[in-house]
């Protein structure tokens, strides 16, 4: 896709050249907020389960009873996004993703009562039995995505984590705020994130797609749209590492 090619482009040398030279920005505002939806005011969190082998059927099944009841919950500021199983990636491995309404206060105090929540602490107990490892993300959305919203399946996701070189997050938001443009037609895009706490110059972009081969055709065709093949060439740079994840929602997940 020639992504690779020493080819001269337009631009090219000025682009060179930031690679070498430090641009420092005036603003003085946090880059979370310039990129984050100012509208409302939501936290997410990303958290990655790896279940050991035997377990993953059992571990299912104690989420699909206990989940929705705070998902469900008035009393809790809190809504279960998504929750899914990885497919294609890495194996035994749960995905679930949160939206507390409110923010940080809205977080403490969920956190705070289900402390309180006899249920829920030996859920988490009996859920730690089956867990080989764990780690959690908190996150903001990008003003520019889709808000991640309940939608009808059958759908396989894909989560797709990239780790930003430091400081490049504020580069990558304005490239992916013209790039969104160019993947909205089929209606694949589900959210984009960027972490706040936890591994940090984190990005997770969120789709939504038939099955395998249809994730292969939309992709195959945002090549073909004028300006993509550019965005593109300018991202790859900002990028350390990147992983994608093939999912399959719970039959309890919102989206499906």
């Given at each position: 896709?020639?992504?690779g090619s020493?080819a ?5 040398d000025s682009w060179?050249k930031?690679?070498?030279?430090r641009?420092?920005d ?12 100012r ?7 990303l958290q ?11 571990y299912?099944?104690l989420c ?5 009841k705070i998902h469900?919950e008035?009393?809790y ?5 998504g929750t899914?199983?990885t497919?294609y990636?890495?194996?035994?491995q749960?995905v679930?993703?949160w939206r507390?309404?409110?923010?940080y206060?809205?977080l403490?105090e969920?956190m705070?009562k289900l402390?309180?929540n006899?249920?829920?602490?030996e859920f988490r107990?009996?859920r730690g039995?089956?867990?080989l490892?764990?780690k959690?993300?908190l996150?903001l959305?990008f ?6 919203v309940p939608?009808d399946?059958p759908?396989?996701y ?6 930003l070189?430091?400081?490049?997050m504020?580069?990558w938001g ?15 895009a589900?959210g984009?994130?960027?972490?706040q ?17 249809t ?5 195959n ?6 300006g993509w093949?550019e965005l ?9 590492e ?7 929602p719970l039959?309890?997940s919102?989206?499906?």
């Open positions: 896709r020639g992504l020493s001269h482009r337009p631009g090219e060179l930031s690679l070498f030279v641009k420092v005036p603003r003085k505002d946090a880059h979370s907020n310039l990129l984050a939806k509208e409302t005011s939501s936290l997410y969190k990655f389960h790896n279940v050991k082998p035997e377990c993953l059927d059992a299912n099944k699909q009873e206990v989940l929705p469900e008035k009393h500021p809190c809504a279960l996004v899914w199983n497919w990636g890495e194996q035994d749960a679930h993703l507390y309404e409110g923010g206060p809205a403490n969920v705070s402390r309180q006899k249920e829920f602490t107990r009996e039995n089956m867990l490892s764990r959690n993300q996150l959305e003003s520019f995505w889709n808000e991640p939608r399946g759908n396989i894909e989560l797709r984590s990239y780790q070189r430091p400081g490049t504020i580069e304005n490239y992916w705020a013209r790039a969104i443009r160019f993947r909205q037609d089929s209606n694949e589900v984009g994130f960027f972490s706490i936890g591994q940090l110059y984190m990005v997770h972009h969120l789709w939504a797609y038939k099955d395998l081969q994730r292969e055709d939309i992709r065709a945002a090549w073909h749209k004028p093949d593109v060439y300018y991202t790859v740079p900002l990028i350390q990147m992983e994608s994840r093939i999912m399959i039959k309890i919102p989206l499906q």
